[in-house]
């Protein structure tokens, strides 16, 4: 079997050649030509896969390891029966430790606490719902809003997206892009969005770049219609809107879902969808090893009493460092995305020093004790 793999997708070296020849191209480096003779594709989001890449190839799997796959012509791989696979879920975590880590920043940098404020979820997936258990965790009040859940599954779990915008402090977006249809997501957050707001909200968006109209979101910011934006995707990535960058409060390069775990996760996905579709042994995805974080112990008696939580789930991971870089050298997002240091998921870290009381949270946050 022929593998050809993004290069910068982690922990495949060494694992994917026991499954068949395998050659490592970067992004730009896949072309028509280049995926000509290959059987298996194992890619991430930066190219797009449709009859312009596919027509004439040997192709029979394409492994995404990324949640999103809209970068895949789905259409065109069912009439030309080739198999196709994403990640779902692979990243949520990281997703989590992240709007977790942004929650505790930015109610620091506006002056708030978090417990007892309204968040707005909207799509309540294998991110959305990591969100809201991390939101209640801080003891805020949860909005769920998920018209396909809602649909299929009934109940009083969700709301409406009016009482969203009418009662939320916080609203953050964990969609799929889609451009069409009942549940279209294209600019959900236009201009009648941010005009029909109650409130000020801070917003979120760690999902796809063009949730958020770009000029309305300006305008909502420049007329104060909102009081925050958290924005770590972007429409037209790469070349990000550089106006845009400098009135976002905290800005990050399209890295939400970017801990370790969650690319480790997403790899072992992607091979396990390979050995699925081949018939192959799964032994080998067990070597998939990620490297452990540079201080793992967490003393809660280094912090001060009244804030020892949050500088825990601040230890594995802030958003500093990540929007400093952005706003510094916004012509480097792809770099920063391609070169994403090492980050580690609160599972990956013990505390010790912890009081009785702090016990059953820190283990619902997910850390070692």
Not at 66 to 82: L, N, P, R, S, V
Not at 248 to 275: C, F, Q, R, W
Request: charged share 25%; aromatic share 8%.
């Amino acid at each position: 079997m022929r593998i050809i793999a993004d290069a910068h997708i982690p922990f495949l070296k060494g694992i994917a050649e026991q499954y068949g020849e395998t050659t490592y191209l970067k992004g730009k480096e896949f072309t028509r030509e280049s995926i000509r003779d290959a059987d298996t594709l194992i890619v991430r989001t930066v190219t797009h896969f449709g009859a312009e890449m596919l027509e004439g190839s040997n192709v029979k799997l394409i492994c995404s390891a990324t949640i999103g796959f809209d970068h895949i012509d789905t259409e065109y791989c069912q009439a030309k029966g080739i198999r196709w696979a994403n990640a779902p879920g692979c990243n949520s975590g990281s997703v989590q430790q992240y709007i977790t880590s942004a929650l505790i920043e930015i109610s620091r940098q506006k002056g708030f606490p978090l417990e007892g404020k309204t968040i707005g979820i909207i799509g309540v997936g294998n991110v959305g719902k990591k969100v809201a258990k991390i939101a209640r965790l801080l003891r805020m009040k949860v909005l769920l809003n998920d018209p396909p859940r809602q649909r299929a599954e009934g109940g009083n779990e969700f709301t409406d997206l009016e009482t969203i915008k009418r009662e939320a402090d916080i609203i953050t977006f964990h969609t799929p892009l889609t451009k069409n249809g009942e549940d279209k997501t294209f600019h959900l957050a236009d201009e009648s969005f941010f005009s029909s707001l109650g409130k000020k909200p801070i917003i979120f968006n760690t999902a796809r770049g063009p949730i958020v109209e770009t000029e309305a979101i300006k305008k909502a910011i420049r007329q104060e219609k909102i009081s925050a934006a958290v924005i770590d995707c972007w429409e037209n990535e790469p070349n990000i809107d550089l106006e845009y960058l400098r009135m976002v409060d905290i800005a990050t390069p399209h890295i939400a879902g970017y801990s370790a775990d969650g690319k480790g996760n997403a790899t072992s996905m992607s091979l396990e969808t390979l050995v699925e579709f081949y018939g192959l042994d799964k032994t080998p995805i067990s070597q998939i090893n990620i490297p452990a974080p540079e201080c793992p112990v967490i003393d809660l008696n280094a912090f001060p009493a009244h804030s020892r939580l949050h500088h825990a789930l601040l230890h594995t991971y802030t958003t500093q460092a990540d929007n400093n870089d952005l706003k510094a050298n916004p012509q480097n997002f792809a770099f920063f995305r391609e070169h994403y240091p090492l980050r580690r998921e609160n599972g990956a870290y013990t505390v010790i020093n912890y009081l009785p009381e702090e016990k059953e949270i820190l283990q619902d946050w997910g850390f070692r004790l």
